[in-house]
């Protein structure tokens, strides 16, 4: 498993084995000029800084997508959230091109909730840093407790449990939370798993107890989770979670898919959010390499 690898530009690779201790040749000095030692300093000095101003990070080993395929049959809260609609505008036969319109809300499929969503001063989608969005992946896994209790959420607890097997967690992290869920987008009814005897969604969530923590004891740049919310179905209309993270810097990812195909440590997540001026989040596609 490997973490982002720094390419550092032109940079002079190291001599292998056939460029060691070979003699070294003599040159004219008339007929060519040597470096000074000043010009030598100055040429490494603007070496470093452009390394430091613009380094490369590139992710490494097997990818795996951490995106649901997003549609018209997408569950959504219709009280907040209309369905996607899908039109067709051409095809090959008529137009010599085919081209859909989309019309969507931010907030849909697997996607980017921007600190802008609970904060007027907050980031809006387009201003996150894309240092922010390739992110160390942490994942804390309470699927067999929410297979029992579909509303249970992440707590202190299962972070400090985690923290004892895997070590603290990195900082600039993205700590995602394995609820199990994901494949119960296939089961119309499970995902949203609305109880119609008591009126409430029951899915798992984040504790504000365990945002508090990731926010003031530790150093995250976002949180995600394999729901439909940060919060659990059982208060979707009071979102004290997303008012601890969102308005911190945090930016939050819900909806995610496949996270038992990824450790629990070690691998590195690249967030492809959106970048419409002003957004408060928006549909994204999410990438891991292990």
């Known amino acids: 498993m490997c973490g982002p690898e720094t390419i550092l530009g032109a940079a002079t690779p190291s001599p292998g084995p056939s460029q060691q201790n070979q ?37 490494r080993g097997a990818v795996h997508d951490l995106t649901h395929v997003l549609g018209a049959d997408w569950p959504v809260f219709e ?89 603290r967690i990195p900082d600039d992290a993205l700590l995602a939370v394995d609820n199990g869920w994901s494949d119960r987008i296939d089961t119309p009814g499970a995902f949203l798993n609305f109880d119609e005897a008591d009126g409430h969604y029951r899915y798992p969530g984040i504790s504000v107890e365990a945002a508090h ?31 601890v993270l969102l308005p911190a810097g945090k930016y939050g990812i819900e909806n995610l898919a496949h996270l038992d195909t990824v450790p629990d440590v070690g691998a590195t997540v690249v967030v492809g959010a959106p970048k419409h001026a002003g957004g408060t989040g928006g549909p994204a596609r999410v990438f891991a390499f292990v």
């Open 23 to 59: 003699p070294t040749q003599s040159t004219d000095s008339d007929s060519q000029e040597q470096p000074t030692e000043a010009g030598v300093e100055a040429g490494v000095e603007a070496a470093e800084a452009a390394v430091k101003a613009s380094p490369l990070y590139v992710p």
């Open 213 to 243: 923590f990731l926010v003031e004891e530790r150093s995250v740049v976002g949180v995600g989770i394999d729901t439909a919310s940060l919060e659990p179905g059982t208060r979707p209309a009071d979102p004290f979670t997303h008012r």
């Open 79 to 167: 009280l907040y959230v209309k369905p996607m609609e899908i039109r067709r505008l051409a095809n090959l036969a008529e137009h010599e091109y085919n081209a859909f319109e989309l019309t969507y809300n931010e907030h849909i499929g697997t996607h980017v909730d921007a600190p802008a969503h609970f904060d007027d001063n907050g980031l809006s989608v387009e201003r996150i840093p894309a240092e922010r969005l390739i992110a160390p992946l942490a994942v804390v896994r309470v699927g067999e407790r929410a297979a029992k209790d579909n509303v249970t959420e992440l707590t202190v607890d299962d972070l400090l449990r985690w923290e004892s097997r895997n070590g």
